[in-house]
Each structure stands twice: as structure tokens, then as C-alpha cells.
């Protein structure tokens, strides 16, 4: 048998898929509703996304049932391991379970004990009262708790916002993991 007009049977189809996701009393269009729900919103970059998270009351990790301190766990979890500093790449940092170093030519300039904090609930850790979009490590300086915000980071990148240097950022790359 040999189909004559295929056209027909393209058109036929079509016509089927679209009839059968356009009925409102199947799943289909609660499915679609839901998945708008639960999408991030991926507009949030640069200022707005700095700015956007200031009426936030509960993290992300809460929001997911996780608890803050499971949370901070798994940012610090992702931090973990040596990063190059994009624009100086002599200049790198460190993340171990507890020590944050910074490196200059290979060598230490400075090591701190850290602590996560997902909620940036410290007062220094916002720019003229705004808090930034991100989560936050706090490091035990000088005597001083020192605020810096990761506004993104994934396997291979990470990009920190110092609230004490009026926002001023500084992108970096991941040179090794720590197991």
C-alpha cells in the first residue's frame, strides 16, 4: 500500500496532538501550572538580582525542607577546593572544612576560620541596607567578622561580592576540588 498524500497524514497528526493537550479537565493544564510554579526566575542578574532578594524570609534550603545548617553544608560542599582569581590569576583562595587561604604567587598571605551563612543575616554583609542576592562566608579577620557574598557559583565558576569594598566583585575559577 502506498501513501498517496502524505501530507494529509502530517496534517492528521497534528491536528490529533494539539486536540489532546488543549482539553482543560485532563492533567495537562494542572502539569503546566505547576511547572510555572515551581520555576526559578532567570532574570536575576546583575543589580536587580542583588536587589531582589531583600523581602526574602526564608532560604532557598528551607523552602526545600532542608535545614539551614544541612544547607550551609552543601554550599560549603560546592566552595570546597582552590580557585584562581579571573583577572589576577596569581591571586587564588582556598576552601578546606575550616580554613579559608589566600595565595599570592603561591604564596599564603592570609588564613581565617569561616562560617556559612545562607541567610547573609549579618548587618555587614548588605550594601546601604540592601542585602544581596547570593549566600554568604563570613571570615574571622584582624579581629573583625568580614562578609563576602557568592553571588554565583557551579563547578567550575564562582563570583564573590565584597559588601565592605561597596559591592566591588571578583569572578573566579576553580583550579582543584577538595575530596
Known amino acids: ?3 498517496k498524500h502524505p501530507f ?17 479537565s485532563t492533567n495537562g493544564e ?3 501550572q505547576e511547572n510555572q510554579e515551581a520555576s526559578t526566575d532567570d532574570s536575576k542578574t546583575g543589580e536587580a538580582a542583588a536587589n531582589s532578594d531583600a523581602g526574602q524570609e526564608m532560604t532557598e534550603g528551607e523552602t ?11 554550599l560549603k560542599k560546592l566552595a570546597l577546593g582552590k580557585w584562581k582569581n579571573e583577572a589576577s590569576p596569581t591571586q ?6 575550616t580554613k579559608y587561604r589566600r595565595f599570592n604567587n ?23 541596607g540592601q542585602k544581596l542576592y547570593g ?17 554565583a557559583i557551579n563547578a567550575v565558576n ?22
Open 158 to 179: 564562582m563570583a564573590v561580592t565584597m559588601p565592605s569594598q561597596a559591592g566591588s566583585a571578583i569572578n573566579y575559577i576553580r583550579i582543584t576540588a577538595e575530596k
Open 30 to 32: 494542572a502539569t503546566k
Open 1 to 3: 500500500m502506498s501513501i
Open 92 to 97: 587564588t583562595i582556598e576552601f578546606t572544612e
Open 135 to 151: 549566600w554568604c562566608f563570613m571570615l574571622k579577620e584582624n579581629g573583625a567578622n568580614n562578609c563576602y557574598v557568592v553571588t
Open 8 to 24: 494529509l497524514i502530517i496534517a492528521l497528526a497534528g491536528f490529533l496532538i494539539t486536540a489532546c493537550g488543549s482539553d482543560p
Open 106 to 128: 603561591n604564596q599564603l598571605e592570609a588564613e581565617a576560620d569561616y562560617v556559612i551563612d545562607n541567610s547573609c543575616a549579618a548587618s555587614n554583609c548588605t550594601i546601604q
Open 64 to 74: 526545600a525542607g532542608i535545614t539551614p545548617e544541612a544547607f550551609n553544608n552543601s
